[in-house]
T-cell receptor
Framework: KNEVEQSPQNLTAQEGEFITINCSYS?????LHWLQQHPGGGIVSLFM???GKKKHGRLIATINIQEKHSSLHITASHPRDSAVYIC??????????????FGKGTKLSVIP | SQTIHQWPATLVQPVGSPLSLECTVE??????LYWYRQAAGRGLQLLFY??????ISSEVPQNLSASRPQDRQFILSSKKLLLSDSGFYLC??????????FGPGTRLTVL
């Protein structure tokens, strides 16, 4: 059974701090997603990666396939970054459909 | 550009009543479509996925069903709602490069 574990579950940071959210998974995967869920519930895809590192603005996502671990970093955090960040993986099953297994999310609150 | 619609945005229903949630996608053809549920305090759970018209796969046994009557329409239904059906329901589709696009969601409360 594929497990996706995120840490921490909750995170409070001061504006400007560097933030790291971690994700570990238990099976081989073909891709990992980082998603952002705002208080209203809407979900936005931030990154999809299968190796290495991706950067978009103040967000950086890294993945270590051998260690089955990924991190999401936020530099110079801002109150508008407050949201739930969700890690999701696609197990390497070779199936035609694209199915994800999700972590429970990390709730980030950035205080001015 | 691709757009995904869901309605209604919120819904309050009594136990035992029927349910119909609709999802439509614009700007793409023959997408893989997904229904997810997010129960309070829990992560997203895949309920159904569809790779084409009339093709539905269920991931978990439950009180719900899904249908895909048209290429870009995906419907989630129930004949009799249970309290445990309360949650946030998200429709999503997978793009050509397997990126996931989510709809705005429907918040269902069963009383």
């Amino acid at each position: 059974k594929n497990e996706v574990e995120q840490s921490p579950q909750n995170l409070t940071a001061q504006e400007g701090e560097f933030i790291t959210i971690n994700c570990s998974y238990s099976v081989g995967i073909s891709a990992l997603h980082w998603l952002q869920q705002h208080p209203g519930g809407g979900i936005v895809s931030l990154f999809m990666l299968s190796s290495g590192k991706k950067k978009h603005g103040r967000l950086i996502a890294t993945i270590n396939i051998q260690e089955k671990h990924s991190s999401l970093h936020i530099t110079a955090s801002h109150p508008r970054d407050s949201a739930v960040y969700i890690c999701a993986v696609r197990p390497y099953s070779g199936a035609g459909s694209y199915q994800l297994t999700f972590g429970k999310g990390t709730k980030l609150s950035v205080i001015p | 550009s691709q757009t995904i619609h869901q309605w209604p945005a919120t819904l309050v229903q009594p136990v035992g009543s029927p349910l119909s949630l609709e999802c439509t996608v614009e700007g793409t053809s023959n997408p893989n479509l997904y229904w997810y549920r997010q129960a309070a305090g829990r992560g997203l759970q895949l309920l159904f996925y569809s790779v084409g018209i009339g093709q539905i796969s269920s991931e978990v046994p439950q009180n719900l069903s899904a249908s895909r009557p048209q290429d870009r329409q995906f419907i989630l239904s129930s004949k009799k709602l249970l309290l445990s059906d309360s949650g946030f329901y998200l429709c999503a589709w997978a793009g050509n490069y397997n990126e996931q696009f989510f709809g705005p969601g429907t918040r269902l409360t069963v009383l």
